[in-house]
Each structure stands twice: as C-alpha cells, then as structure tokens.
C-alpha cells in the first residue's frame, strides 16, 4: 500500500482556503460531492482545481439538495416522490449529476463515487444502475473511473467481492471500477482485508482518511 495526502471537503468552513493550504502541504487529492457545503462546494473548489492542474478530484452521485432536487425535477431526471427522498441512484439521476459534476468542476473528476448505497432499498441492484451508467460515462472520457463511498455497506449489504462482480458485469474485464471510499481504523478492516485477499490483491493503495471528516479512497485492482 502507498498512502497519499487527502483533503476531504465535508463539514468544511471554507473550502477554497482549506484546499489551497492542502496543497500546500502536499494533498494529491480532494475529495467532495455535490450536496456538501449546500450544494456550494463543487463550484468554490473550481479555482483551486484550475489552478493546480496535476490535483485530483473526486466526487459522488446519490445525495442532493432541494436546490439540485428543484433543478433535477425541472430536468426531468427525479421524480416528486425521488425529489423528496434526497437520495436517487436511478439511471437518469446518475447521468445528469454526473455530467452536472463535470460543469461544477471544470473539469472531469478522477471518481465518482456512488455515494451511501446501502441506504438504498435493495442496494447491490442500486449499485447495477449506477455503475451501468458510470462505465458508459468513463467510456466516453467524462469521468476517470468510478467507486463506492459507504460508511456502512461492508457491514452486510455487500463487499469488495460483490461490487467487483458488478463492475464487471457492467464493464467487462476491463471495467472502470477504481476505488472504494470508507473509514479506515482497526477496529473497521474487513473491507481492506476483502480487497487484499486472494481474488482481488494485486495492487490497492490506501490513502488515509482524509481531513474534515471525509475517507480516503481505497484503491481496487481491476478483476483477474
């Protein structure tokens, strides 16, 4: 494992000045999503990641605000029952934030992250959609790759296991699932333990978690 600095944007104050101090202190990475600091961050973070070019992002798809749910209703891609929810994983839902991610940004986003499944009912076919559509969104070069960010999935709704069998499912050997993102402490190891294990170690780093309150990505090795 090769750990790198990472800035995670949740519950952060001010983000641009959080981001730039960072850098400074040598994060590679800042992570984010599109309902932190009420919908703000992804748009106060796009100076900082213009100008640092070799910086990279992630950021999520799943949670939103009323203001994103107004815009996505208006859109056509939630229903009023999904708006009210602040939750959606639905294939529609995914694409246009994903997109909207892009836009926000400036740029395309190293991952995207399917943001807490398991709250979702019936959450490894929540994770299918998302990554269905995430594989089509990395074909076309809007996105890096895509991951999981999950407080706690791994405590029974899936493992390492289970979303590499989807990714491929989605995406063929050569699919672009690309990291998990989680808290890492000793007394939470399953899941590092699953993606070192004899069907999914060849490489995986692991950051740590990152700063205000948001994980660092876990690295996760394309299928044998």
Not at 70 to 99: D, F, I, K, M
Not at 180 to 196: E, G
Request: hydrophobic residues 40%; charged residues 15%.
């Amino acid at each position: 494992m090769s750990p790198d600095l990472a800035l995670g944007t949740y519950r952060c104050r001010d983000i641009p000045q959080a981001a730039v101090h960072a850098v400074a202190c040598g994060a590679s990475w800042i992570d984010t999503a599109p309902n932190y600091q009420h919908g703000h961050a992804q748009t106060r973070l796009r100076p900082v990641l213009a100008g640092n070019p070799d910086l990279r992002v992630s950021t999520k798809v799943g949670f939103f605000t009323p203001d994103i749910a107004t815009a996505a209703r208006e859109a056509g891609v939630l229903t009023p029952g999904e708006a009210a929810s602040g939750h959606c994983l639905s294939h529609r839902y995914v694409a246009w934030q994903s997109r909207r991610n892009v836009a926000e940004l400036g740029r395309v986003p190293d991952i995207v992250f399917v943001h807490n499944p398991e709250g979702a009912d019936h959450a490894q076919d929540a994770i299918t959609r998302a990554f269905t559509v995430l594989e089509a969104e990395a074909r076309a070069g809007r996105i890096g790759g895509y991951g999981v960010a999950t407080w706690t999935g791994f405590e029974g709704a899936f493992s390492v296991a289970d979303l590499l069998d989807i990714a491929t499912r989605c995406g063929g050997p050569g699919h672009h699932l690309a990291a998990i993102q989680l808290p890492v402490s000793l007394v939470m190891l399953k899941p590092v333990a699953q993606a070192r294990g004899d069907r999914c170690s060849r490489r995986l780093t692991t950051p740590p978690p990152s700063a205000c309150a948001s994980p660092g990505p876990l690295r996760v090795p394309p299928s044998p």
